[in-house]
């Protein structure tokens, strides 16, 4: 991982250019220069207690017999944008961690985790053209994917992944949408391994009604090339995530949510697949520097 630390200092590098900066605002009225987007900070918390279910365990009624669950997880979406008249660079970090706990009828507490992952991106995207109330134009993305903790027995994953191709952002329903050729070096295993591939991704949202917004982030991974053979490699990978939020207080919100991942690796016959339904408290803010 630390030689792909200077990904943290190109902020810094990149800072010199700003002495220049143009002043105003683009077309869709957002100031030129830094701004601090916090898309979510958020935590999901739901919880099953089931009492004296052995004395219920040929019970009709299977709320009582079941095992009692706790799920966890905490979601942070941090961006850091470098907004002009001809391009925008956007630094984004991306933290997921949460946990399932089943105490069972009888037996020890079983915990396993539920989410584990952490993204580190800077993106270039030049304005070319305007469609709609959105930009368009050409990007180049660069990330860093890893993890707080490994899987059990498996290694803790570790990618460098670079990406480019065209993209429609900063409308106001469409936030990010592109369709991208990637290349990735992935030393998760002992044996590292090239691949490429292309990807599609949308993140956007909409108002509802006055205090309600439905939103959407989703991508697509297809991968099309490999340097050498490993049976867990992902041939593709899909995640999808929707959510309905209701204003509360200022910056908070809340409202259920839905998540579905599918992937197939190289050496399975079937796809893996998660749903996760539940709701969401959130924390969001823009901040212009």
Do not use: C
């Not at 391009?87 to 946990?99: D, I, M, R, T, V």
């Not at 890893?146 to 106001?172: H, Q, S, V, W, Y």
């Amino acid at each position: 991982m630390k030689k792909y630390l200077w990904l943290l200092a190109l902020p810094i590098v990149f800072a010199a250019h700003t002495a220049h900066a143009e002043e105003g605002a683009d077309a869709n009225g957002n100031p030129y220069g830094w701004r601090v987007n916090l898309n979510k900070a958020s935590l999901e918390i739901s919880s099953t207690e089931v009492k004296n279910a052995k004395e219920y365990k040929d019970s009709p009624n299977s709320n009582l017999s079941s095992d009692s669950e706790t799920v966890t997880k905490g979601v942070l979406d941090l961006f850091i944008d470098y907004n002009q008249e001809k391009y925008l660079w956007s630094n984004n970090l991306f933290a997921e961690y949460g946990k399932t706990k089943i105490k069972p009828v009888e037996g020890p507490d079983v915990t396993s985790e539920n989410a584990d992952k952490i993204l580190l991106s800077t993106d270039y995207a030049r304005k070319v053209w305007r469609y709609w109330d959105a930009d368009v134009g050409p990007f180049v993305r660069a990330e860093y994917q890893t993890e707080f903790e490994k899987n059990e027995d498996a290694p803790r994953t570790k990618i460098a992944r670079g990406l480019t191709g065209i993209k429609m952002f900063e409308g106001k329903y469409i936030k990010d949408m592109y369709a991208a050729a990637f290349g990735e070096y992935d030393f998760t295993y002992s044996k590292n391994v090239s691949k490429y591939g292309y990807e599609l991704g949308l993140r956007g949202e909409y108002p509802l009604r006055e205090g309600i917004k439905f939103d959407v982030d989703t991508y697509f991974r297809d991968y099309l090339g490999y340097s050498s053979y490993n049976a867990k490699d992902f041939k593709y990978e899909w995640n999808i995530q929707a959510r309905m939020m209701v204003d509360i207080y200022k910056n908070f919100a809340f409202g259920p949510y839905i998540q579905y991942l599918q992937a197939k690796d190289r050496g399975s016959h079937k796809y893996g697949s998660s749903t996760i339904i539940g709701v969401t408290a959130d924390y969001s803010g823009l901040w212009n520097l």
